[in-house]
Nanobody
Framework: QVQLVESGGGLVQPGGSLRLSCAASGLTVSVYAMGWFRQAPGKEREFVARIPLSDGTPDYDNSVKGRFTISRDNAKKTVSLQMRSLKPEDTAVYYC??????????????????WGQGTQVTVSS
């Protein structure tokens, strides 16, 4: 049984940092493309970042490029999202996802097979 469990969310002031982690069980992280998505109240789930199954170049949404960094630790079966210079508009539930879909543009939620339960990130003063 595949499980993705996110952690690391919380309340942070604007300009602050948080590091989200996604622990995977039941799948081999190294052979999956892994992604982070987020969903704010009343909005659709949106792409944040992804890392290819091979050691390819990570991909980011323009809204987080230069502030967020996605990384993978195959030995620990974890995927992390380092978030810096956080803004109030980054407030959302953040989800980890996994896929083996061969699409070169894995920015659509429907292309991912497995999802975590989400972790809340709130950026507010």
């Amino acid at each position: 049984q595949v499980q993705l469990v996110e952690s690391g969310g919380g309340l942070v002031q604007p300009g602050g940092s948080l590091r989200l982690s996604c622990a995977a069980s039941g799948l081999t992280v190294s052979v999956y493309a892994m992604g982070w998505f987020r969903q704010a109240p009343g909005k659709e789930r949106e792409f944040v970042a992804r890392i290819p199954l091979s050691d390819g170049t990570p991909d980011y949404d323009n809204s987080v490029k230069g502030r967020f960094t996605i990384s993978r630790d195959n030995a620990k079966k974890t995927v992390s999202l380092q978030m810096r210079s956080l803004k109030p508009e980054d407030t959302a539930v953040y989800y980890c996802a996994a896929t083996q879909n061969p699409s070169p543009r894995l920015v659509v939620p429907g292309l991912y097979y497995y999802w975590g339960q989400g972790t809340q990130v709130t950026v507010s003063s």
